[in-house]
């Protein structure tokens, strides 16, 4: 039988080696002893480890990760456990993939206890200040791990507070941080801290956000076992605040339904009354820009700052129509200002197409866009919101009659035809419609997204040629 006692701090690497030693030379499991910490007097004498190197053992990275965590746990029985587990990868590689297995099974479960202790002991201990006779503050703090997690997270306390000195004193393992530097020490009885001015600020302000009406005493007693309680301040407002929760959500149900005061009823007509309005008949263009800025007809207008509508002479032979504001089109409430407008700029000069004498406008008059941080990422708008934004388009065609109307990107060409079929094919091509002839072509935007520069100036110069033919249409009446 061979012994093998590890010890309280560097158990992994400790069982690592021993393990290793043992088999690479075959050793079956049932002659290996394991202990951690001080091991009980054996009546026979163990046998010293195999030397020399052995058979060569592989084990996946997964099996690591695995005993990395799993032999913390105090169960005496997890250092044979994963010896067992390092024997039988050795002809069955694959073994940690076997959910059914119970060896591996009993391993997850260890490793998922030490993973809920770990983080257990990073939430529920608390530090109060002792003296210190240095400049740096001074902490000490009492935990009952159920684990041997002490050294596991030791790395986490000194990274976050690595401004100040402190110590952790379990019943096994004490850890102390002085001058940016961990050591460990044997376990200690639970140490006389002083009472700490910050745990009543903090008490009031758990006191202050508890709602009575959100009592779940069973979620509350898994994620704050009670054993934890005795050394968290905040704990001793519980029984004070569960006495008196439903008195007090009487008190809030009282309060809740109260009847208007008889003069609030006139201070609502007043403020509806003070509201523009639009139009309840639109005869004008002028009437149809008030108009679309209390547009509801989709969800689009709850974020965007305000409606974009067209631009441009209202007896203009050309209108084009993009798909929808973009992020500065939307702070200046003008269409074909950003980065796409200003290729449609550079493109129509060099057809020799007037911007200031084209309807400019978009299909959808709102912008659509996801917020990622302090930006704004357009969203293109779905057949929903282009239908119901169909109506704005319509309108601006009625009033001014285009001779050519230029759609450009799927979203244009679908709002203006009612076809959803591949722009790829329909490019550079004229669609009859009811309003009049359309001539679809890229949107400026696309070409902008084109990660292969040469196939970007490709596109480029096929709206270009679409240009010149809106052009030569528009010169033949």
Known sequence: MHRVVLPETGTMDAWREAARQLAAHAVPPAQVEWAVGEAPQSLFDAQPLPVGEGRALRVPRAFLDLADRAILHRDPAAPGLLYQALMRLQDQPHLLADEADPLVRRLEALRKSVRRDIHKMRAFVRFREIPSDTDRRRFAAWFE???????????????????????????????????????????????????????????????????????????????MPLKYWKNMPETAQIPAML????????????????????????????????????????????????????????????????AVFGEGPADAPLMVVGEQPGDQEDLQGRPFVGPAGKVLDEVMQQSGLDRGAAWMTNAVKHFKFT????????????????????????????????????????????????????????????????DGPVLLSWHPSYILRIPDTSRAAEAKAELAHDLALARKLLAQG
């Open 145 to 223: 791990p159920e684990h041997r997690v002490v050294e596991a997270n030791a790395g986490f306390f000194a990274r976050r507070f690595a401004d100040m000195d402190w110590a952790i004193h379990t019943p096994d393992l004490s850890v102390i941080f002085e001058d940016g530097e961990i050591t460990f020490a044997p376990g200690a009885p639970r140490p006389d801290l002083p009472e700490d001015a910050a745990e009543s600020l903090w008490a009031t302000y758990f006191t202050n956000i508890f709602n009575p009406a959100r009592i779940k005493l069973g979620s509350m007693r898994q994620h």
């Open 243 to 306: 006495e008196g929760a439903e008195s007090r959500v009487r008190a809030m149900q009282a309060a809740a339904a109260t009847q208007a005061p008889a003069r609030a009823a006139t201070i609502t007509e007043r403020y509806r009354a003070a509201m523009p309005k639009a139009p309840e008949v639109i005869e004008t263009l002028a009437q149809a820009r008030q108009a679309v800025q209390h547009c509801t007809r989709c969800n689009l207008c709850r974020h965007a700052t305000q």
């Open 371 to 434: 917020p990622r941080g302090k930006r704004r990422i357009h969203q293109s708008p779905d057949k929903g919101e282009v239908a119901a934004c169909k109506w704005w388009l319509e309108l601006e065609r009625d009033f001014v009659k285009p001779q050519l109307t230029l759609g450009l990107g799927a979203t244009a060409a679908l709002a203006l035809t009612g076809r959803n079929s591949a722009l790829t094919r329909r490019r550079g091509t004229v669609e009859e419609t009811a």
